[in-house]
């Protein structure tokens, strides 16, 4: 099979809804349980439909083309045979964007949801590490304020203790936005910004 292109624009109604920028190339993954493991690419879901490792959950309302085939365009995907997934989030790398979600889009000083940075709770120069436990998303100014100083010391504690996210998170982090479609697979742990 050649390339995979979706329908061209002019062929579908003006009135039916495209997904615009990122959101065109992302699928959810579902385990053969239905649980949600990953984010692909439609090109990724297209080559796991057509060797028949997965199936589709929920398509678009346009088609995939090639010369000889044509396919729905995935939304959510299940894979045919259950596939054991790593969960152990510590061997996941620390992103400011996974801190964010982890901890809801907000500053966890005074609940700010702009001009998020992280924050490592016990500063770096009082021994502080660099771990899920001891970072923290944290807005601009609670930043500066705390400074490298430590919580007691201003006063400023989180209001939810660091921890370890839930592997969900990382599907809040593969995409900017979360489709509709995807909404009745996902826990409800799972949050994008707003």
């Known amino acids: 099979m050649g390339k995979v292109f979706p329908d061209p624009v002019g062929s579908a ?5 495209r ?19 990953h984010v692909c690419s439609v090109r990724r879901a297209a080559v796991l439909l057509l060797k028949e490792k997965a199936e589709i ?9 090639s010369e000889h085939t044509q396919l729905p365009r995935p939304v959510v995907i299940r894979l ?4 054991l ?11 400011r964007r996974a ?8 500053c966890q000083y005074c609940g700010s949801r702009s001009s998020l940075t992280v924050d490592h709770v016990i500063p770096r120069s009082k021994g502080g590490d660099s771990s899920w436990e001891n970072i923290v998303a944290s807005c601009a100014p609670c930043n500066r304020r705390k400074a490298d100083r ?20 990382f599907i809040a982090v593969a995409t900017p936005t979360i ?6 697979w996902l826990p409800l742990d799972v949050d994008v910004a707003a």
């Open 179 to 184: 489709p509709a479609a995807w909404r009745p």
């Open 150 to 169: 430590l919580p007691a010391q201003v006063g400023m504690h989180p209001r939810r203790a660091p921890r370890l996210p839930s592997p969900n998170v």
């Open 99 to 106: 801190v964010f979600a982890r901890d809801g889009w907000s």
């Open 13 to 17: 109604p003006a009135s039916e809804h």
């Open 85 to 95: 997934v790593p969960r152990d989030p510590r061997r996941r790398r620390i992103t």
């Open 57 to 65: 959950v929920e398509h678009g309302s346009w088609e995939l083309r």
């Open 19 to 37: 997904p615009r920028g990122r959101d065109v190339g992302r699928v959810l993954v579902l385990n053969a349980t239905y649980e949600p493991v």
């Open 80 to 83: 045919v045979t259950f596939v």
